[in-house]
Nanobody
Framework: VQLQASGGGLVQAGGSLRLSCAASGSIFSIDDMGWYRRLPGKQRELVAKITSGGSTSYADSLKGRFTISRDNAKNTVYLQMNSLKSEDTAVYYC???????????????WGQGTLVTVSS
């Protein structure tokens, strides 16, 4: 199983970016999917999570600017980031709890990270 993230890049403050993360491989089902980020010099932190049923949760500081969504048919999670600020500059990682076969526990998978740089 692999998670492949894409969509990062350089954007001016106030702009928008949309990150995508597609899971591939031997997948029976996917539970929660999410996005985390690591700001320069900081530990990785939660950005947003979404359940298989579509319930979402966000870091308090990002509510209203970031939106997480998923396409279960494509095993893909998205992060729409609007009104970006220089302090959003970070490496963004996708995460998913994936069950590879029926009746076995989910395993925690991480994408490779995609860099988002917001210039002021």
């Amino acid at each position: 199983v692999q998670l492949q993230a894409s969509g990062g890049g350089l954007v001016q403050a106030g702009g928008s970016l949309r990150l995508s993360c597609a899971a591939s491989g031997s997948i029976f089902s996917i539970d929660d999917m999410g996005w985390y980020r690591r700001l320069p010099g900081k530990q990785r932190e939660l950005v947003a999570k979404i359940t298989s049923g579509g319930s979402t949760s966000y870091a308090d500081s990002l509510k209203g600017r970031f939106t997480i969504s998923r396409d279960n048919a494509k095993n893909t999670v998205y992060l729409q980031m609007n009104s970006l600020k220089s302090e959003d500059t970070a490496v963004y990682y996708c995460n998913a709890l994936i069950r590879e076969r029926r009746f076995i526990p989910t395993l925690n998978y991480w994408g490779q990270g995609t860099l988002v740089t917001v210039s002021s």
